[in-house]
């Protein structure tokens, strides 16, 4: 599976559903990536806190949707049972909530992240693809005072528990490609995405369908493999295909 991107149908005979496993699949990211991956031809396993809730969140009789509850906070063995033998892949888009319990980041962030890492090493999973932030390295760009990092970061040091994941998954030897949106909006697109390397933008905003495309087009491209990309919207960018973004991008 490493050396070749992940197609919606056999290379011989009928097409086959290919099976992704999206984690905080009812979340306001997550539910966009399980429509999207709907639409691509995907089956989908959608693994979630709330099986009620997902049953109104997400499409409904849908042949190629299975929903499992999976706590990404409750350790990598229940996981890789919710994971099984028959996905190719991990989508991971949780986050926690903001509370005033300030151990919640790294609960959700860091550790539930580290999980779905080990989760994917017992079942042989070998592509994740990782819903992370900009500015998760503030410090190191010197965006210290940045009003974004200091916001984000206010509960519990979010950002810094995103990068330590980050760091988890580029060491684990898992193919990987790690998308840090800019401020994630509910409305529709406006403009067309700006893809950069890692720790270079600071500002900005994106539509949460264009995360939830680019996360699915990562699992399409090889040419996503093994890098970190940093995403926004810009009305005055010029439309670039996925196979021009992820190619510009260095792999880390």
């Not at 905003?205 to 990309?229: C, F, G, M, N, T």
Request: aromatic fraction near 8%; proline fraction near 5%.
């Amino acid at each position: 599976m490493q050396g070749s991107e992940i197609t919606e149908e056999e290379q011989v005979g009928a097409p086959q559903k290919k099976k992704i496993f999206v984690a905080g699949a009812t979340g306001s990211t997550g539910k966009r990536i399980v429509e999207q991956l709907l639409a691509k031809g995907f089956s989908v396993k959608a693994g979630v806190h709330d099986i009620d809730k997902a049953k109104t969140t997400l499409p409904g009789d849908n042949p190629n949707l299975q929903i499992l509850k999976a706590d990404v906070t409750e350790g990598s063995t229940k996981l890789a049972d919710a994971i099984s033998d028959d996905s190719e892949a991990v989508v991971c888009a949780t986050g926690f909530r903001p509370s005033w319990d300030l151990f919640a980041p790294w609960k959700v962030d860091n550790f539930g992240t580290v999980n779905l890492v080990d989760a994917c090493r017992k079942r042989g999973v070998n592509r994740f693809i990782l819903i992370s932030s900009i500015l998760v390295n503030g410090a190191a760009m010197g965006q210290l005072l940045n009003p974004a990092y200091i916001f984000l970061n206010i509960f519990g040091l979010t950002l810094v528990a995103k990068l330590q994941a980050e760091q988890y998954i580029r060491k684990s030897g898992i193919n990987y490609t790690i998308i840090r949106p800019g401020g994630l909006r509910n409305d529709p697109p406006k403009g067309n995405i700006v893809m950069e390397p890692e720790d270079t933008l600071y500002e900005g905003s994106i539509s949460r369908d264009q995360v939830a495309e680019v996360s699915v087009e990562a699992l399409l491209h090889p040419e996503s493999y093994y890098k970190v990309v940093e995403i926004v919207a810009r009305t005055e960018a010029p439309k670039r295909s996925f196979v021009e973004l992820f190619s510009s991008i260095k792999k880390g």
